[in-house]
């Protein structure tokens, strides 16, 4: 075998290995970027699709990847003086019709997810803010060490539904 031919094969064998560790490296990265990009409220399906009980305590610290001092918790029919006036924050984005959670640290938002409904059928995922469905205060503040639910399994046409009330409120 010639010593030329060795040569090349061995630099063609470290290019190969070269990009390989590349690719590598880059899916790695994007992994790790789309899985810090998942709702909070997907983490927590995700995580209780794969346990039996239907019923659970769900703390939500356990589902965040960001620093937070305290949740807001709001529920439809809120409007944006609601926020003002139950949690102290001054929310600028349209609430109409909606329900779900924004994160604060140091009285800033650092997260925020809007929960979609389905008018024709239970929601998929839904966190109450007390645990009378019908109190006429659509909206609670809860600290993070307080961000505590409980959580139920609800079976809709064979698809699992998630509505999570409060531990102690």
Known sequence: MNKNNVIKKDGLFRKLAIAFLVFFFVLIIIILFLSSKQKVSDKIVKYYNKIQ?????VKLSDFTNFDWDSVII?????????????????????LDLK????????????????????????????????????????????????????GEKINFNG???????????
């Open 99 to 150: 329900s779900g959670m924004i994160f604060i640290k140091d009285n800033k938002i650092v997260y925020e997810e809007v929960f979609k409904s389905n008018y024709e059928e239970p929601d998929k995922f839904r966190i109450i803010p007390y645990q009378d469905v019908n109190y006429n205060i659509k909206v609670n503040k809860f600290k993070k060490e307080e961000a505590i639910f409980v």
């Open 53 to 57: 009980d239907e019923t659970f305590e």
């Open 74 to 94: 709001y529920a439809n029919p809120t409007i944006n003086k609601d926020l003002k006036e139950y949690a102290d924050l001054d929310y600028k984005k349209s």
């Open 159 to 169: 698809e699992n539904r998630y509505i999570l009330k409060p531990l102690n409120y």
